[in-house]
């Protein structure tokens, strides 16, 4: 109750536009509703709509017919691909007004690319989620133009705390460690997890075992540490005994040469750089 009213609040007469509404945008919208925004006030632009979505919309009274002219925008969030980008912002100046911000969660374009669209004193606010947002579980990093009043920063990162915890960047070039490390994140330990259970396999289980082992360890490795206060370092330690099966398997993993840390430095520097990339 009380973050929905902190919402309202924060959003005034505006309206809540949602320009493409994917998973992320659903994820978006979820939070939202979940917060207490006002369904009424909220306009979605999404082309091709899945079954889903129509599905919420219906649970939930969103009229997905609404234009999104219906009413000042308080915020347009830009949640399309990159590559649709430049066919995106001109619709999205439609509901704008003088204290609309705009906020956006594609990877890769920057303000400066935003303000060249849109006007230098635009304010605007650059986000990269990750998808964890769906399950209120994610973790956003946040970025503002000068033009960005300090209410609307408070009210970009309400509507991103609806999806778990929010941060301020102190500069807009840790977008791209951050997209590197958070934002693409979650599928390396997806991955993690397949290779896991791969291993399992080779071992002598049947997969279906493999799997659920694979996942239930990564899932429950993953919640002790967020509700540790201890450090991931002193986790490690804590369940390593010396000259145990353990610490045999961290031998292999924390090789200087061929183990984790090295793999995973070229792994968040080759997302990062292509974040880099999309921006030129």
Known sequence: MGEGRELGALLGDGTLCLL????????MLGGWLGAGAPPSRI?????NPSDHLVSVAEETRVDLSAPMTDGAAAVVTLAVKPQMMDAAVPSGRGPAG?????LSIAAGKTIGYFEQALGADTPIVRAMPNTPSAVGRGVTA???NEATSPAQRALAEALLATLGETV?????AQMDAVTGVSGSGPAYVFHMIEALATAAEAEGLPPELAMKLARATVCGAGELAFQSVESAEQLRVNVTSPGGTTAAGLGVLM???TG????IRRTVAAAAQRSRDLAS
């Open 142 to 144: 946040l970025f503002a």
């Open 20 to 27: 493409g509404c994917g998973k992320m945008g659903q994820a």
């Open 168 to 172: 301020w960047l102190e500069n807009e």
């Open 98 to 102: 003088p204290d609309t911000v705009f």
């Open 255 to 257: 090789d200087e040469s």
């Open 43 to 47: 306009r979605i632009s999404e082309p």
């Open 260 to 263: 984790l840390s090295q793999l």
